[in-house]
């Protein structure tokens, strides 16, 4: 694992959570170690980012309106282009029943709020390979 600092700039990860608080937390805490970040407050903002911005990873909040996290990992993982997109499902709930839905939507991995800068970071080195 690359030591915290040594970040790739070209690493692009997008944050998709309804509350402002999370998404400025996560995306400051992120471009302070180098990463690009892309924001949106729904599933449908984020499907429509996604096309132009074309993440590394995903942190998806489960619990949103419109379109929740579940429905937009689906989405996500069912285009060819995106299928092998790592999507990290957030959410405050950490029940066995919305790990498993979050592992049928198709995400690699699920992190409960609140998360820290190494779970992010964590993520981020495990699912996401520098080489491009």
């Known amino acids: 694992m690359e030591p915290a600092g040594s970040a790739n700039p070209t690493i692009k990860v997008m944050v998709v959570d309804d509350s402002r608080t999370i998404r400025r937390t996560a995306e400051t805490l992120l471009e302070r170690e180098g ?6 407050d729904d599933g449908f903002e984020a499907l429509s980012k996604l096309v132009d911005s074309e993440p590394d990873i995903v942190f998806l909040d489960i619990m949103m309106p419109r379109l929740d996290g579940y429905q937009t990992c689906s989405v996500i993982k069912s285009n060819r282009r995106f299928r092998s997109t790592p999507v990290i499902m957030l959410s405050s709930k950490d029940g066995i029943f919305d790990k498993a839905r979050g592992k049928l ?3 690699e991995q699920f992190i409960t709020k ?3 800068r190494e779970d992010l970071l964590e993520a981020i080195h495990l699912h996401v390979h520098t080489t491009r």
């Open 114 to 116: 609140p998360f820290t």
């Open 105 to 107: 939507a198709g995400s």
């Open 35 to 40: 990463f690009t970040v892309v924001t949106a």
